[in-house]
């Protein structure tokens, strides 16, 4: 019955793609709470890379292009960020034909740990054609989110996606789990991925920036009932994301929680106390994943192998458990990126010089890849590649905090507010997993970044309108076609 559902809400939205090709791009972005799950057809008539979802996403882009010119969508991104993603998807076209031109250490790696050796084809699927169409969703929205009610939509795809991934977080992982963080931890670990597709650590970013993201958004809602369906959404996943185990998650929500609660809702700085004592009460599996490692029971998966351990020095155990051997992975890391610091090695670089085959071989600790997105993309593609790649992210954090801090619409706070809480938990995360490289569970993160330059060049013809009356910026929001030259990056800011 599921799968009768799925198939036929493809095959709605791919034939209304042809009258609203924006409506079925929403859809799309919705179907990502679903998308990784073990039941859904990875493949249509056993053609690769030909699966329900691509194929929605296809006829959404050949549906945009022949209305493009009726709708007068254009692409207007600012010169100097069209420049830094031309070069953000050049440094990844570069780093896969490297890593293709000699799968060798890749193949070793996979035969050492059991798995089916890798072929060039697979491998340019995941790490090539993969990459460029989990952006492609973001950079439609950014082109054509041309009226308010399209903005509404994009938020309500956002909302429904969190909302439904939380919910299968909540079904398979009981409220009793709450009380016991190893018990939290180990079930978490075992169950999530195979159940719902993503990993738990996954899963612990993007609910940790969707909860805070549609807590942003729900200065939006234009009627109580509205205002309180997007804060339980809000709440439901912040609850999916306290069930997930992911310490980086906790992380991540707090420091989130923290930014809105300075700089923008202060009375919400004297709900913390409260909100402390409530988890310790309450929810005390959360403290013991945070202090796991400080001394006490270790989940079995996190304790170090025998010949780890046997390295280690007298206290470091606890440190290892904390950083699930994540302090143990990275100066081999470290010593590898000094050997190349300026170009790298190419995609897959832990398992292609060797480095992963030999971690596990005298250490029986399998990393496929460093378990922290800096370290994987300078390892990679050199400071060469990282360092432009990393502006870019930092631009994308300050104009959505730019558009936080702006009082003059509520569109600019609940965009700047989500696109901040998104993409921050998205480059915390990155400091104990995650990758650059674009894949299914940052696809919430371009969509926000696509509303996030749309509403700051919006903001920045307004601007170039002196005589704009502040009180109707979000009804003036979709209405000047015309300003500055935004292809040159020259908007004005207040």
Not at 65 to 92: C, Q, S
Not at 160 to 168: I, N, P, S
Not at 423 to 433: K, R, T, V
């Amino acid at each position: 019955m599921r799968i009768a559902l799925f198939y036929l809400f493809i095959s709605f939205f791919t034939l209304y793609a042809w009258k609203d090709w924006y409506k079925s791009l929403c859809a799309l972005i919705f179907l990502m709470a679903f998308l990784e799950r073990p039941d859904i057809p990875k493949s249509i008539l056993e053609i690769p890379g030909l699966n329900p979802w691509n194929f929605l996403l296809a006829v959404v882009i050949m549906a945009w292009l022949a209305n493009r010119h009726k709708e007068g969508t254009r692409w207007d991104m600012p010169g100097h960020i069209t420049t830094l993603l031309v070069f953000y998807g050049l440094m990844i076209t570069i780093a896969v034909t490297r890593m293709i031109s000699d799968i060798s250490g890749i193949a070793d790696f996979r035969m050492i740990t059991g798995q089916e050796p890798p072929t060039r084809m697979g491998l340019v699927i995941d790490y090539f054609i993969n990459c460029i169409k989990y952006t492609i969703p973001g950079l439609l929205l950014f082109v054509g989110c041309n009226t308010r009610a399209r903005l509404y939509w994009a938020l309500a795809a956002l909302a429904g996606m969190y909302f439904f991934l939380a919910l299968q977080v909540i079904k398979w992982m009981p409220l009793g789990l709450l009380t016991s963080g190893v018990e939290l931890s180990d079930r978490a670990a075992r169950v999530l991925d195979r159940e719902i597709g993503y990993f738990r650590i996954d899963l612990s970013m993007i609910l940790a920036g969707g909860a805070c993201a549609i807590f942003a958004a729900r200065i939006l809602a234009k009627t109580k009932w509205h205002h309180l369906m997007m804060l339980g959404i809000s709440a439901t996943s912040l609850l999916g994301q306290l069930l997930t185990g992911g310490r980086i998650g906790y992380v991540s929500t707090a420091i989130i929680g923290l930014i809105f609660a300075i700089f923008r809702w202060r009375k919400l700085l004297l709900l913390i106390p409260l909100i402390v004592i409530f988890i310790v009460t309450y929810m005390p599996s959360v403290v013991d994943r945070m202090i796991q490692g400080l001394g006490g029971e270790i989940a079995a998966e996190e304790a170090p192998s025998a010949a780890v351990a046997d390295t280690l020095k007298e206290g470091q155990e606890g440190l290892y458990a904390m950083t699930s051997g994540r302090n143990f992975a990275w100066p081999f890391v470290l010593d590898k990126i000094a050997e190349a610091p300026l170009f790298g090695y190419g995609t897959l670089a832990m398992q292609n010089t060797g480095l992963s085959s030999l971690m596990t071989l005298n250490y029986n600790e399998a990393f496929p890849h460093p378990h922290n997105a800096y370290l994987e993309w300078i390892l990679d593609t050199g400071l060469i590649g990282a360092i432009p790649v990393f502006i870019l992210y930092f631009l994308f954090i300050k104009y959505s905090f730019s558009l936080f801090l702006d009082s003059r619409s509520k569109i600019f706070i609940a965009i700047g507010g989500a696109g901040l809480a998104i993409i921050l938990a998205q480059l915390i995360a990155s400091i104990g997993a995650q990758s650059f490289y674009p894949r299914a569970g940052t696809v919430a993160m371009w969509c926000a970044i696509g509303l996030i330059m749309r509403v700051y060049i919006q903001r920045g013809r307004l601007d170039s309108h002196t005589n704009t009356p502040q009180a109707s910026f979000d009804d003036q929001l979709w209405n000047r076609t015309s300003g500055p030259d935004v292809s040159s990056g020259r908007i004005k800011n207040k």
